[in-house]
């Protein structure tokens, strides 16, 4: 029993190991806290997967080839030999003339004598050949002429001076309708040649 107690320790002695132990505890200096590791370096970024875009978008499917064009027709198809004309160019309006003898307006055309429907003959020329039957008439009988002063009334009028008689009215018409004209024409054309000889 004495061997058993000498071995384990009192109370006092436990209590006062555990007293130099927190005594030591507390007069130690606390230790440096350790310098945290470095962090570690960030992974490098895996590269793009170039087959996975190729494969994720679709491509379009291509255009259907454009309809051949529509061959020409024959016709309208010119060979190098062939030879096309040219075209003549269309000659210029003459200038007008500043010397130019602008004649005036014709006289208004008299209208000729009226005319029944059932009549060959106008009134004139029923007139005109009347006297002259009625003169011929007279210059057979010998008596006086019914035209009054002319050949037709003398008894030595020929054929001659009575168609000249018919054929003065007649005469005198056309010369009131052409007269002026054919005087202006005439005119005209002698004033271009003084024209052309101040010209020249």
Known sequence: MADKSQQEPSMEEILASIRRIISEDTDAPPPEPEAPPPPPPPPPPPPPPEDDIFEAVPMPPPPPPPPPPPPPPEDDVLELTDIIPDEPEPEPEPLPDPFAYEP????????????????????????AASRAFSGLSGFR????????????????????????????????????????????????????????????
């Not at 008299?110 to 009134?123: A, H, K, V």
């Not at 054919?182 to 003084?194: A, N, S, Y």
């Open 104 to 127: 005036p307006p014709p006289p208004p055309r008299r209208p000729p004598p009226p005319m029944d429907d059932d009549r060959l003959m106008s009134q004139f020329t029923e007139d």
């Open 141 to 200: 009988r010998g008596g006086p002429s019914l035209t009054g002063e002319g050949p037709i009334g003398r008894s030595d009028v020929t054929l001659e001076e009575i168609v000249h008689v018919l054929v003065r009215p007649i005469l005198r018409e056309w010369l009131d309708e052409n007269l002026p004209s054919l005087v202006e024409r005439l005119v005209k054309r002698e004033i271009e040649k003084v024209v052309r000889r101040g010209l020249d």
